[in-house]
């Protein structure tokens, strides 16, 4: 078959266009198994545990190296895993307020109905004695809050987190600060000072949310509310 020389030359240009652009792009993009792994992880993620090993997967992707694309994306799914998580955890001090940890419950091991929210707390009181479930999701509330003022972190609608913020810092502190009061109050062993402390966490949230996360439009699902969002 006949090729020009224009067509010929295009051949060329294309292949070193080629060996250039994907050069770089893989010298950049060591992490992209474990991003990979961490988008697969997250989807089936059922527990906490599962939820620790997408961060886990995204810091060493980040670690290997990510080119700016898939850094964007790894920044995103890390604040969605982090907000699923400190949801968790206080799911199992919101809890308390409706059942003493105290209290004896069945032996019998927990199987979640395939269309119920898996609930951690319960899970994780087969395993772990029910207070120790409540001092655990209280510390790791202390612990993972700080997360949210890493700065590059970005919200779903790319938007970086406004970490840099007096009021995203105050918020930020404010949730530390009750998840140490929460720790303490599971130490205290008394359902009622953990459910007064559940209050102040469900208030710790709900004032970041409002100023952050709430915007016009209505549901989470509502595109122009997502785009109003960490402004
Ligand atoms: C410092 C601010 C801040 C604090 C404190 C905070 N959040 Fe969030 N949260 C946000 C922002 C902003 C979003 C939206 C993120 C996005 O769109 O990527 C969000 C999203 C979420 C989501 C995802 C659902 C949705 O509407 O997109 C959950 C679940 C969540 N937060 C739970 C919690 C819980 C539970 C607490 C308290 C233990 C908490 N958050 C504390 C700022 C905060």
Same mark, same amino acid.
């Given at each position: 078959? $006949?090729? %020009?020389?224009?067509?010929?030359?295009? /051949?060329?240009?294309?292949?070193?266009?080629?060996?250039?652009? %994907?050069?770089?792009?893989?010298?950049?993009?060591?992490?992209? !198994?474990?991003?990979?792994?961490?988008?697969?992880?997250? /989807?089936?993620?059922?527990? /906490?545990?599962?939820?620790?090993?997408? /961060?886990? @997967?995204?810091? #060493?992707?980040? =670690?290997?190296?990510?080119?700016? &694309?898939?850094?964007?994306?790894?920044? !995103?799914?890390?604040? *969605?895993?982090?907000?699923?998580?400190?949801?968790?955890?206080? #799911?199992?001090? $919101?809890?308390?307020?409706?059942?003493?940890?105290?209290?004896?419950?069945?032996?019998?091991?927990?199987?979640?109905?395939?269309?119920?929210? $898996?609930?951690?707390?319960?899970?994780?009181?087969?395993?772990? #004695?029910?207070? &120790?479930?409540?001092?655990?999701?209280?510390?790791? +509330?202390?612990?993972?809050?700080?997360?949210?003022?890493?700065?590059?972190?970005?919200? !779903?609608?790319?938007?970086?987190?406004?970490?840099?913020?007096?009021?995203?810092?105050? $918020?930020?502190?404010?949730? +530390?600060?009750?998840?140490?009061?929460?720790?303490?109050? %599971?130490?205290? @062993? *008394?359902?009622?000072?953990? #459910?007064?402390? %559940?209050?102040?966490?469900?208030?710790?949230?709900?004032?970041?949310? !409002?100023?952050?996360? =709430?915007?016009?439009?209505?549901?989470?699902?509502?595109? *122009?509310?997502?785009?109003?969002?960490?402004?």
């Amino acid at each position: 078959m $006949f090729l %020009s020389a224009l067509g010929r030359w295009s /051949i060329v240009v294309g292949i070193l266009w080629l060996a250039v652009a %994907s050069a770089p792009a893989r010298a950049d993009d060591a992490g992209q !198994e474990d991003l990979d792994e961490a988008t697969r992880l997250k /989807i089936s993620a059922q527990n /906490i545990d599962d939820l620790g090993k997408v /961060i886990d @997967r995204l810091d #060493s992707a980040k =670690d290997k190296g990510l080119d700016a &694309e898939n850094t964007k994306y790894a920044n !995103e799914l890390l604040v *969605s895993t982090l907000m699923q998580r400190a949801m968790t955890y206080a #799911s199992a001090i $919101f809890n308390v307020q409706g059942q003493d940890p105290g209290e004896k419950k069945a032996d019998t091991p927990y199987e979640p109905s395939a269309n119920a929210n $898996f609930s951690w707390a319960v899970w994780g009181a087969g395993i772990y #004695s029910p207070w &120790e479930v409540v001092d655990y999701a209280a510390l790791s +509330i202390a612990d993972a809050a700080p997360l949210l003022l890493v700065p590059g972190r970005r919200c !779903e609608n790319g938007r970086p987190v406004p970490s840099d913020r007096d009021d995203w810092k105050k $918020f930020t502190q404010d949730l +530390i600060d009750v998840g140490k009061a929460a720790y303490k109050a %599971s130490q205290s @062993r *008394s359902q009622e000072a953990v #459910s007064d402390v %559940s209050n102040q966490l469900a208030d710790a949230c709900l004032q970041c949310h !409002e100023r952050y996360r =709430d915007k016009p439009g209505g549901s989470a699902a509502d595109p *122009s509310n997502k785009a109003a969002r960490c402004l």
